[in-house]
């Protein structure tokens, strides 16, 4: 394997870092007290902080999920996730079985990989989700509080949008 194709074509580099301090709030906090940083999104979100890549990547730091949280195991079809463990137990579904991530234990999930997390223990945890290549998943995480009280076409809708292909029908669209 190679380098990619050169994608910056000057002779000096250029000032563009984007540097996030970490006592900037989170973009979303929901009642139960879990706290999400869109820490790199792919594209720009209007946010005073934070870095767009311009679709590379999109890093988002989850703080604080709350016992008895998770997602349903789903797959992406565009995009690959990845789970970075960062304080607590994660039960995380690598589509064949079950296993606790505790600090610094990594999953990769390719495009169309089964995957799901759970937080089954009495505490809450945290950890960094990479989506490459980076997709808009603010969109995600904000509106999936409201799937509740959507219809089942609108909720269908909702997930397909977010290219999020749930295989257990009660939680998202049936897979063809």
Do not use: C
């Amino acid at each position: 394997m190679s380098y990619p194709q050169p994608r910056y074509f000057g002779d000096d580099g250029e000032i563009s870092a984007v540097f996030r301090p970490a006592d900037v709030e989170p973009e979303l906090a929901s009642p139960s007290g879990m706290k999400t940083y869109y820490l790199a999104t792919g594209r720009p979100t209007g946010r005073e902080h934070g870095a767009a890549t311009d679709g590379e990547f999109g890093l988002y730091n989850v703080v604080g999920l709350p016992p008895g949280a998770g997602t349903g195991t789903h797959f992406h079809r565009t995009m690959s996730e990845s789970f970075f463990v960062t304080d607590g137990t994660v039960s995380l579904f690598d589509g064949e079985r079950w296993v606790e991530g505790t600090k610094g234990d990594f999953l990769y999930v390719p495009p169309g990989g089964l995957h799901s997390f759970y937080n089954r223990s009495d505490e809450p945890a945290s950890f960094l989700m990479l989506f490459t290549p980076g997709a808009p998943r603010e969109g995600y995480f904000e509106g999936i509080g409201a799937v509740a009280g959507l219809s089942e076409e609108e909720r269908n809708r909702f997930f397909v949008e977010h290219d999020s292909y749930f295989v257990d029908a009660k939680r998202g669209p049936k897979v063809d």
